[in-house]
T-cell receptor
């Protein structure tokens, strides 16, 4: 099983809402990632978790709050977002953060902030 | 940080080989070259990676020049389903940074 699942597929939220994006993998991977992708742009790395600990935060605003409850799950909590945060949010996992390990991506959550 | 340069777009006839070039002249000795592709509105898909030697798998071949300053991804028999944005990535430390990629259009 090389699947990374993400829920929901689509999300529309207002600027005062609180919502969460979820990501799950059952490949035994110990590194998990959040990326943000704006239309017609490449994915941009947001956060990296390695062995359930946050190891990279690419200067992401605090209205995005990641959480890794266990080695299979990764959440992204959203609060007080802005319309410019509308994007495709991609989750990925890899066997480990270092070494020549490919990342497996989920299908993404398309977020619209109104 | 090592960077990559790719042509913004390429066309290829269905059934022909698609050769996608990538320049990475500042690559360090221990950095791998990875290729991913992204079909419209889907998550990126891993294709292949290599360090020094040429690599081949069921999807593609990767040719890396001897000086490692450039590489070419080869899709041997392109199909319409290979239409996508192809990203050449050099691993920076442990994490990936995507460049702009090449939009490959396979035409009938």
């Amino acid at each position: 099983d090389t699947e990374v699942t993400q829920t929901p597929k689509h999300l529309v939220m207002g600027m005062t809402n609180k919502k969460s994006l979820k990501c799950e993998q059952h490949m035994g991977h110990r590194a998990m990632y959040w990326y943000k992708q704006k239309a017609k742009k490449p994915p941009e790395l947001m956060f990296v978790y390695s062995y359930e600990k946050l190891s990279i935060n690419e200067s992401v605003p605090s209205r995005f709050s990641p959480e890794c409850p266990n080695s299979s799950l990764l959440n992204l909590h959203l609060h007080a977002l802005q319309p410019e945060d509308s994007a495709l949010y991609l989750c990925a996992s890899s066997q480990d953060r270092g070494g020549a390990h490919e990342q497996y991506f989920g299908p993404g959550t398309r977020l619209t902030v109104t | 940080d090592a960077k990559t340069t790719q042509p913004p777009s390429m066309d290829c006839a269905e059934g022909r080989a698609a050769n996608l070039p990538c320049n990475h002249s500042t690559i360090s000795g221990n950095e791998y070259v990875y290729w991913y592709r992204q079909i419209h509105s889907q998550g990126p898909q891993y294709i292949i990676h290599g360090l020094k030697n040429n690599e081949t798998n069921e999807m593609a071949s990767l040719i890396i020049t001897e000086d490692r300053k450039s590489s070419t991804l080869i899709l041997p028999h392109a199909t319409l389903r290979d239409t996508a944005v192809y990203y050449c990535i050099v691993r920076v430390a442990y994490d990936m940074r995507f460049g702009a990629g090449t939009r490959l259009t396979v035409k009938p």
